[in-house]
């Protein structure tokens, strides 16, 4: 599992799942300093040229829309030891921001996205692969709330762009991606059980 001194963990699901509340609860669970997690979120392609309009009728539900060889690169720079800078991506403007956030290589890296498991180069990087499956009903709820709440969408943007790229996009991309999982765990972040067993697993890698 890894090479012994590093460990890269691949969290996958649709959008609402819950992929995000298990990453963030991983790396809380571990000891400081020693787990980071990479959004994929954050290697949205930055489409600052376009006029703003334009930005918004972008399929960010494409595996296209993301710039995933930006991100192999840091996992690999990550397990030789080298620090990287993060992206950030502003939902609001639909580009990338000037800032990045400063990661040094630690020895386990959580990386989470919708389709992390769509390109095989991608899920090589991984030492596991998790598969947050969550009932559609559920995500389509909690992306609502998610995008009200967090990134000031309104309902109507929200439920346009589902029909449009985010329930095609799962089905096209997303939900095949399922077989390449390692782990499959139902109900994402409510699932106590299988949680408590990624972390004693992880915990165990550390000890080691």
């Keep these: 599992m890894g090479d012994g001194t590093r460990l890269v963990v691949g ?3 649709g959008s609402g799942s819950g992929k995000t509340t298990i990453a963030r609860s991983i790396v809380r669970a571990l000891p400081a300093g020693s787990a980071v997690l990479l959004e994929h979120d954050g290697y949205y392609r930055d489409n600052s040229d376009l006029p703003l309009e334009e930005r918004a009728k972008v399929n960010y539900d494409h595996p296209e829309s993301l710039e ?4 192999i690169e840091h ?3 990550l397990r030789q030891g ?3 800078e993060k992206p ?3 939902y609001v403007t639909h580009s990338r921001s000037k800032e990045s956030v400063h990661v040094d290589p630690v020895p386990v890296v959580i990386v989470e996205g919708i389709l992390i498991f ?3 180069d991608l899920c090589d990087a991984f030492d596991i692969k998790i598969f947050v499956d969550t009932d559609a009903d559920m995500r389509v709820l909690r ?4 995008d009200i709440e967090e990134r000031g969408r309104s309902l109507d943007s929200i439920i346009r762009q589902y029909y449009a790229t985010v329930r095609p996009m799962h ?3 997303v939900e095949p991606s399922k077989r390449w999982a390692d782990v499959i765990i139902p109900e994402g972040g409510h699932n106590a059980i299988a949680l408590d067993l990624i972390i004693e697993k992880l915990r165990r890698f550390l000890e080691a």
């Design 68 to 71: 995933t060889d930006l991100l």
């Design 75 to 77: 996992i690999r720079s």
């Design 11 to 13: 969290i996958a699901g």
């Design 171 to 173: 089905l096209e991309f």
């Design 118 to 120: 769509t390109r095989r």
């Design 88 to 90: 950030i991506y502003d």
């Design 143 to 146: 992306r609502l709330q998610r």
């Design 82 to 84: 080298l620090a990287v």
